[in-house]
């Protein structure tokens, strides 16, 4: 029997069973061929970031990235809002995925095989039920599930009972190529486009590589009538660019539903996968890999000091909330900031961060410092509609961190718990976004 069986060989199911497979037999399986994680996928990430993982392995052609150090904001007319410096970088997600394949072995790896199925006998996974494989399934001590497949399939399914999805949660993220491309747009930079009317909370880019043009980006699906296959010529028309729209890829993702019970039984969930309620696109390639390492390190201690299976999942769910619920929180309300704002609001908004940056910039101090702090704030609440979102939103984090301060002192507790934590988020997130984003999402629209 093996030790632990990996669902998913994306970054964190990679990362995680090269780490695990130090001293434990470990097995990964990944639905697709290997060589297609990620391969559609353009991610973008600061440059230092970017050279780290460079480093770290040891990766080749470092020219099939694409290097920008200046951003321009547009807003839907291809109005220039802001320019600024920042060293950034376009690149394959799956470039950086194979890299990481390269380096790690000692786990096995079967590719295009689908978990299916969880076997459960009083409530421990004793057997995944493998697609295609009428009589196979797979035996194993522990589940790790860097993919989500748990999150809808488990008997006590975790988002069913005890989480909620609603519009304001659930977006689409598209990328297009665009070829032979004819703009005025100068491309050496990276263009980001603001507005509320094309991607509803959310926002695109637009990079060039030579004559050809990526156009990535997400929206909100339940705010918007424009149909996902106009948006990208919306895009690029506002831009002012003529080319062969040739390819485009979409996915639907919840992001930043505030919480779950992570552990279920003997099932750790890893990574911030598509289906998870944790963001994959904004918890971004960096982030994803420096918590992956984290979460499997304290799983190796958790797993080795505690018998009890229900208790080492209490210690797990406490550990990976601690670890995502910050960045997470910021996160939505950057969601809820978009989406409840007009394009001339994030026009103002945006001045107001560029124009902070900027002094900073000059001035070579800290973001942390108070005195910095106080001008910038002073900055917002001199302008009433923006501060008073502003305002809505900052209680709704302090109320969520009051919440986070109690956090139940064993597992039995922590699903009502968690209940109750998702209440507290869904009555204030009501008093922000709008009606239509309210209703119930069905968990079976996600994976469609
Ligand atoms: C559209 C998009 C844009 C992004 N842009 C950026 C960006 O600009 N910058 C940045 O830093 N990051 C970006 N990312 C995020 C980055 O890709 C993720 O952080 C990272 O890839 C997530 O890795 P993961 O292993 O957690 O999940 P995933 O990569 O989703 O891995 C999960 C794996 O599980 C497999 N799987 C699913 N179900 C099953 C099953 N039942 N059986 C077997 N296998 C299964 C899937 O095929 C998949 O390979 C973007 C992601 C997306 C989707």
Known sequence: MIDFLVIGGGMAGILGASYLSDDYKTTVIERLPIEQVGENIWGIMNEKAFRGIVREFGMEDIDRALFFDYIQIHDCDGRVLVEYNLPLVAVKVGYIHKAMLKTFDGFCLR??????????????????????KKHEAATFRHLIDASGFSLFTSKKNMIRE????????????????????????????????MCDVYTPGGFSVTFFNKNNAIVCGFYNEYMSKIPASERVNYIKNSLGILGILYETHMWRIPMCHPLVDVAYGNIFLLGASTLSIYPKFTSGVVHNMDLTKGMITQLIRIINEQDDISHAGYVYTQSYIYNHIYRGLVNDIIRLLLLTMRSSEIEEVMNIVIGFIKDLSKEKVSILDIPNMATFASKFLGRPNVARIIQKLMNTIIQLYLLLKDFPKDKNNLV?????????????????????LLSRVPISDLTK
């Open 111 to 132: 590719e295009k095989i689908s978990a299916t199925k969880l076997i459960e006998k009083g409530g421990i996974v004793i057997k995944v039920g493998l697609e295609g």
């Open 162 to 193: 005890r989480h909620y999805l609603f519009g304001h949660n659930i977006y689409k993220f598209f990328q297009s190529s665009i070829r032979d491309i004819h703009t005025d747009v100068d491309k050496a930079m990276l263009h980001l486009v």
């Open 416 to 436: 009502e718990w968690s209940r109750e934590y998702n209440e507290n988020y869904f009555s204030r997130v009501k008093d922000i976004v709008n009606s239509r």
